[in-house]
Nanobody, 129 residues
Framework: QLQLVESGGGSVQAGGSLRLSCSPSGSTYSSDCWAWFRQAPGNEREGFAG????????????YYADSVKGRFTISQGNAKNTVYLQMNSLKPEDTAMYYC??????????????????WGQGTQVTVSS
């Protein structure tokens, strides 16, 4: 089972920024669909950013939940097997464990966790007020 690896989490004050990255562990695997999810204690894991590529491997569609629109940016790296999440204007309510997901095997919405076959272990993001 392919494992994704997230990095870049940490603790920041409100208004600060962090950049997360996600890539497959020990593999050149690249997916045509990626997403970032997050889960705060006591809450469901929620999808908030998704990226689909076309046959060329270049980004074709990007989706955001309203809660992060205008503050977060999902993007592909040049190698196409790395996805980034730039998070600006962070708020305390953004505090959660952040997970990367890839490989769409279910015909559901981009924010549906059942859609993705590969997941990372998560990286903690903590925003203090």
């Amino acid at each position: 089972q392919l494992q994704l690896v997230e990095s870049g989490g940490g603790s920041v004050q409100a208004g600060g920024s962090l950049r997360l990255s996600c890539s497959p562990s020990g593999s050149t695997y690249s997916s045509d669909c990626w997403a970032w999810f997050r889960q705060a204690p006591g809450n469901e894991r929620e999808g908030f950013a998704g990226l689909y590529t076309g046959a060329s491997g270049r980004t074709r569609y990007i989706y955001y939940a309203d809660s992060v629109k205008g503050r977060f940016t999902i993007s592909q790296g040049n190698a196409k097997n790395t996805v980034y999440l730039q998070m600006n204007s962070l708020k305390p309510e953004d505090t959660a464990m952040y997970y990367c997901a890839a490989d769409c095997g279910y015909a559901g919405s981009w924010y549906d966790k059942r859609k993705y076959n590969y997941w990372g272990q998560g990286t903690q993001v903590t925003v203090s007020s």
